[in-house]
Nanobody, 124 residues
Framework: HVQLVESGGGSVQAGGSLRLSCVVSGYTDTRASMAWFRQAPGKEREGVAAIYTDTQLTSYADSVKGRFTISDVNRDTVYLQMNNLKAEDSGMYYC???????????????????WGRGTQVTVS
């Protein structure tokens, strides 16, 4: 049973930084697509950053390139370092794990079937 638990959200002024953490349990394969998605009120959930834990391949939404960095440690914690935050970065941030080990899902929402409950990020 895969469990994902996010933490690290909060309120920050524009230009500030936050680091989100996602503790992963129950995902036994070392080859996994892991990603962060976000959803603002009234908007669709969108992919922010993804990482393939076997090769450390990463992918980012254009809106966050150069500001956000995704990383994983020992394949059981996934981080999202967010710098130079903007008001439009506000929303609920969700950690997600890919449906099948060994497959790269990039930022395709449909490829992720394991989700955390989310952590709120507010930028003012």
């Amino acid at each position: 049973h895969v469990q994902l638990v996010e933490s690290g959200g909060g309120s920050v002024q524009a230009g500030g930084s936050l680091r989100l953490s996602c503790v992963v349990s129950g995902y036994t394969d070392t080859r996994a697509s892991m990603a962060w998605f976000r959803q603002a009120p009234g908007k669709e959930r969108e992919g922010v950053a993804a990482i393939y834990t076997d090769t450390q391949l990463t992918s980012y939404a254009d809106s966050v390139k150069g500001r956000f960095t995704i990383s994983d440690v020992n394949r059981d914690t996934v981080y999202l370092q967010m710098n130079n935050l903007k008001a439009e970065d506000s929303g609920m941030y969700y950690c997600a794990a890919g449906a099948r080990p060994g497959k790269w899902y990039d930022l395709q929402l449909a490829g992720y079937t394991h989700w955390g409950r989310g952590t709120q990020v507010t930028v003012s």
